[in-house]
């Protein structure tokens, strides 16, 4: 089978179904249909001589048919998708324990499908040791103690990067002890990080897409834990497997940290691609940020990853001695400063909508704005040292 080219073969329910999945996939210019059929006996027949790398199963009736367990261990090098209406929580968890790999709902739309397509090609990638090209980055927001405005300018970071990549930003938050972008975003939390820790061995970019609120359509959120007993739960090994999940799914993860340091975090900021510290002027505050520095270095964090800024800034007497201070900790200029800005901002948050909504005028917004492309720019500029530093990689496989 040709590297640059994914087969699929289409077990169809309704002619409805057939007709609608036959124009997408006919679109997917790097996409084969191998065979058609509606029967799962007569598929497996044409299947004996050339497995397809897909199945994609109609169940627009919502029912679970008894054969769909042997479809998948009969074909074990095979992914399966299934597409329904049905959403009904104990129907996924049925599905997911039969061995299928992805779950599109219906009515079909064309992105929910494509998005799939790809997960599956960036699976089947990893498996024959083509090489992948590079994953979506992670974005971490922390403060250098509580108060510092983490989960504000993570937020808008994430809805910022939204407006240029709809569908393709998640908004983490591991914000502790209590989880805030749901709130700050007006969002009713159906699900959050703890319901993924008792999934380990069933852990896949369907679960985790379960999981995800979603705000204006653009970006999704994964809450965090909603009381202090579900963070103790944390299982670092599953959060691992999340990250590789949400990399794959998306081009930018944005994580409200928070500020607490413990394994939780220093994880993550090692896994983190950018790591954004909020300080502010203060002397002490200054001090203490020369002793994180300090821990940060010790797990090989470099100042190309950490990057602090200085938020609500303002001028005021020894301003500029206090931002030499902070230069001299990283032997760099500080990487950005935000204006403050508290009427915006409170507006912001006690509507429940982010700034660009509210004040899209304002100097903090603007000023994020420009963070936000500095950021980019940032993490392109490390990707493609990255590239000149390796040998050279076909790109990625891409429907769209």
């Known amino acids: 089978m040709h590297n640059e080219v994914l087969t699929v073969s289409v077990l169809h329910g309704t002619a409805n179904s057939k007709s609608q999945l036959g124009d997408i996939l006919a679109n997917c210019p790097r996409l084969r249909v191998l065979h058609q059929a509606t029967d799962p006996e007569e598929l497996l027949r044409q299947s004996q001589n050339a497995q397809p790398d897909l199945v994609i199963v109609d169940l627009k009736n919502g029912h679970m048919p008894e054969w769909l367990g042997g479809l998948t261990h009969r074909l074990?090098?095979?992914?399966?998708?299934?597409?329904s209406e049905n959403r009904e929580p104990d129907f996924l968890i049925r599905v997911i324990q039969m061995g299928v790999r992805e779950f599109v709902p219906m009515p079909l739309l064309r992105s929910d499908l494509e998005a799939a397509l790809e997960r599956v090609w960036t699976a089947r990638t990893r498996r024959s040791g083509a090489p992948e090209a590079s994953q979506g980055r992670i974005l971490a927001v922390t403060g250098l103690k509580g108060g510092m405005g983490a989960t504000s300018v993570a937020i808008n970071l994430a809805v910022t990067l939204?407006?240029?990549?709809?569908?393709?930003?998640?908004l983490v938050d591991?914000?502790?002890?209590?989880?805030?972008v749901g709130k700050f975003l007006d969002l009713a939390q159906h699900s959050s990080l703890s319901d993924l820790m008792e999934q380990m061995d069933l852990l896949d970019?369907?679960?985790?897409?379960?999981?995800l609120s979603h705000h204006n359509a653009r970006l999704s959120v994964l809450h965090g834990c909603a009381n202090f007993t579900e963070w103790q739960s944390i299982d670092l090994r599953v959060l691992a497997?999340?990250?590789?999940?949400?990399?794959?799914?998306?081009?930018?993860?944005?994580?409200?940290?928070?500020?607490?340091?413990?394994?939780?975090?220093?994880?993550?900021?090692?896994?983190?691609?950018?790591?954004?510290?909020?300080?502010?002027?203060?002397?002490?505050?200054?001090?203490?940020?020369?002793?994180?520095?300090?821990?940060?270095?010790?797990?090989?964090?470099?100042?190309?990853?950490?990057?602090?800024?200085?938020?609500r800034y303002y001028k005021m007497?020894?301003?500029?001695?206090?931002?030499?201070?902070?230069?001299?900790?990283?032997?760099?200029?500080?990487?950005f400063t935000l204006p403050s800005d508290e009427p915006a901002l409170s507006e912001s948050i006690n509507h429940g909508?982010?700034?660009?909504?509210v004040a899209p005028r304002s100097k903090l917004c603007r000023g994020l704005r420009q963070m936000t492309e500095e950021l980019v720019a940032a993490c392109h500029s490390e990707s493609m040292g990255k590239e000149l530093a390796q040998p050279k990689t076909r790109r990625r496989f891409l429907f769209f």
């Open 241 to 311: 497997k999340v990250w590789a999940i949400l990399r794959s799914t998306f081009d930018w993860i944005v994580i409200d940290l928070g500020h607490w340091l413990d394994d939780l975090y220093l994880q993550t900021v090692q896994e983190a691609d950018q790591v954004l510290v909020l300080v502010d002027l203060m002397v002490p505050n200054i001090k203490n940020l020369k002793s994180l520095w300090e821990t940060l270095q010790r797990h090989n964090l470099t100042s190309k990853k950490v990057k602090f800024v200085v938020n």
């Open 205 to 211: 970019a369907g679960f985790v897409k379960k999981t």
């Open 317 to 335: 007497d020894g301003g500029d001695l206090a931002l030499e201070g902070l230069k001299r900790i990283q032997q760099q200029p500080v990487f």
């Open 353 to 357: 909508l982010p700034l660009r909504d």
């Open 76 to 83: 074990p090098q095979t992914a399966v998708m299934v597409c």
């Open 174 to 180: 591991l914000g502790r002890p209590f989880p805030d």
């Open 162 to 170: 939204a407006e240029k990549h709809p569908d393709r930003v998640v």
